[in-house]
Each structure stands twice: as structure tokens, then as C-alpha cells.
Nanobody, 127 residues
């Protein structure tokens, strides 16, 4: 079955960096659009970034533009999220998600668009 496993979360001071990874199995990774979502306690889930299956398109939430960079390594079946200049408001559980779409530039920051989800990795940014 499809499995998405996130890693790389942790506790970091404001201004610091973290690199999240999401390793996929049970699917043809290079055929899937991927995304990162996050959810803080008491808040709704938020789309952070997404990347098309071709890698030609990436989109970011305004709140993370210029600070976060998403990439994928299809040879390793792994998705990455490099997070720099972290802020306390970046705190939350971070999830990766996958869905098979044929549009070469398709990806979405809407959670309802994705079929498969990981269990999440916690990111905590202290002030």
C-alpha cells in the first residue's frame, strides 16, 4: 500500500532552519503531484507548498514565500521542504500529501485534492 513517511521535524529557535523529508513507497513517485501542509493547534490545516509531478511547477503559500523551498528527488522517492528564517508562527504538524494527476503543471494547496497523506512531523519554533 501507499506510504508517505515524513521526517526532519524538531525544535528550533526563530531564525533557524530545518529540512523536512517525505519518503514515499507503494506508488510511482515520479507520476504524483506532491504537497506539504501544516496544522497548528486550534487552527485549520494550511497548504504550504506543492510541486507538480514533472517538477516544472511549484507554488507556495504567501506566508512562506522566500523562506521555504520545496524540491523532489524522484530517484530517491523523496520530497523535501527546506525551511529557512523560521518564525514561531511556522510551528505545527507538517504533513506531506500525494495525488496522481496528469497535468504537467498541476498541483494544489487545497487538501481535498490529495488522496494520500503521511502521519506528519512536528515543527516547533521558539521565540
Amino acid at each position: 500500500q501507499v506510504q508517505l513517511v515524513e521526517s526532519g521535524g524538531g525544535l528550533v529557535q526563530a531564525g533557524g532552519s530545518l529540512r523536512l523529508s517525505c519518503t514515499a513507497s507503494g506508488l510511482t513517485f515520479d507520476s504524483y503531484a506532491m504537497a506539504w501542509f501544516r496544522q497548528a493547534p486550534g487552527k485549520e490545516r494550511e497548504g504550504v507548498s506543492c510541486i507538480s509531478w514533472t517538477g516544472v511547477s511549484t507554488y507556495y503559500a504567501d506566508s512562506v514565500k522566500g523562506r521555504f523551498t520545496m524540491s523532489r528527488d524522484n530517484a530517491k522517492n523523496t520530497l523535501y521542504l527546506q525551511m529557512n528564517s523560521l518564525k514561531p508562527e511556522d510551528t505545527g504538524m507538517y504533513y506531506c500529501a500525494a495525488d496522481r494527476r496528469y497535468g504537467v503543471s498541476w498541483c494544489s494547496l487545497s487538501g481535498i485534492s490529495y488522496k494520500y497523506w503521511g502521519q506528519g512531523t512536528q515543527v516547533t519554533v521558539s521565540s
